[in-house]
């Protein structure tokens, strides 16, 4: 089994900041892409951002220059930092990673359960 759990989301005003973690854990044998979605109420869910296993970056144009994703490979752990936040940031946050399991050649997309993140005075 493999697992997703994120962590660090919360309550911020406008213009704070806050770092989102996701440690993957399980029967893991390696990891290739990672990235994170969210979704808002009544909203589809959507991609922030996302980081190749070699460090390349990709982001949605609402949260560039604010944004920045990184990994820790020996972690299994996927980071978001998060800047200048605004009330339209505000979602339930999710991490995904594509895991080639223990005694499996193929890879599989996992999903985190989520984190709120709400911005607001």
């Known amino acids: 089994q493999v697992q997703l759990v994120e962590s660090g989301g919360g309550l911020v005003q406008p213009g704070g900041s806050l770092r989102l973690s996701c440690a993957a854990s399980?029967?893991?044998?390696?990891?290739?892409?990672m990235g994170w979605y969210r979704q808002a109420p009544g909203k589809r869910r959507e991609l922030v951002a996302a980081?190749?296993?070699?460090?390349?970056?990709n982001y949605a144009d609402s949260v560039k220059g604010r944004f920045t994703i990184s990994r820790d490979n020996a972690k299994n752990t996927v980071f978001l930092q998060m800047n200048s936040l605004k009330p339209e940031d505000t979602a339930v946050y999710y991490c995904?990673?594509?895991?080639?399991?223990?005694?499996?050649?193929?890879?599989?997309?996992?999903w985190g359960r989520g984190t709120q993140v709400t911005v607001s005075s």
């Open positions: 995904n990673a594509g895991v080639r399991r223990l005694g499996d050649n193929n890879y599989y997309l996992y």
């Open positions: 399980g029967s893991i044998f390696s990891i290739n892409d």
């Open positions: 980081i190749t296993s070699g460090g390349v970056t």
